[in-house]
């Protein structure tokens, strides 16, 4: 079985440019490694994240259902196949987004998110988290004008509450998350990442 590993974070946390740099690590060393993204990376999940970032006003429940629609199509039609074809497979964002935003930030009931998620994924766990921590203050100046969707509209305390999921999900499994300071270059945060990532593909294939 291969390696799967997800990137997360805050908004403007640098993950996605850190998920394409180790993407093409990868590449270079000839691996058929895939690389997806959450919400999306299906043509459901497309539709859904184009609903989820600007369409109608909807309640915390309705998002819940939506992110999990979108993830339990992507689990079951590209990352179990890829997997089980022996890729690598590189998640920008996962479960640990909807425990961030929606049991933290959007204060659902824990339990009922775990449970989703267990739901929508099969149980189908990450091999390694890195997580891009941003302070809340740097996370919103970075977002500040670069988007407007339903998201980064969202209030200072909201952001407080999702870094702080991050925090509670990666203490409580520190084996296997990695967390990196997101102010740091973009270079450092790469060859971090990569230390970590390579004993994992020796492992694992
Ligand atoms: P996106 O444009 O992909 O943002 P980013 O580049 O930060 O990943 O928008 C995805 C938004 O959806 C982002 O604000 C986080 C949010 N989200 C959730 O609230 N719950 C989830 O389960 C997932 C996967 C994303």
Known sequence: MASFIVFEGGDGSGKSTQARNLMQRLR?????????????????????????????????????????????????????????EGRTVIADRYVASTVAYQAYGRELDRNLVDRLNREATG????????????????????????????????PREFHRRVREGYMAQAEANPDKWLVLDGTR?????????????QPLLQQRG
């Open 28 to 84: 270079r060393r000839g691996s058929g490694a895939v690389l997806t993204h959450e919400p999306g990376g299906t043509p459901l999940g497309e539709a859904l994240r184009r609903v989820l970032k600007s369409g109608p006003a909807m309640s915390p429940l309705s998002e819940l259902f939506l992110f999990e629609a979108a993830r339990a199509q992507l689990v079951d039609t590209l990352i179990r196949p890829a997997l089980a």
């Open 185 to 197: 270059a973009k270079r450092d945060l790469g060859r971090q990442i990569w230390e970590k990532v």
């Open 123 to 154: 149980g189908l766990m990450p091999d390694l988290t890195v997580l891009l921590d941003l302070s809340v203050d740097t996370s919103l100046s970075r977002i500040q004008g670069a988007s407007n969707d339903n998201f980064d509209q969202a």
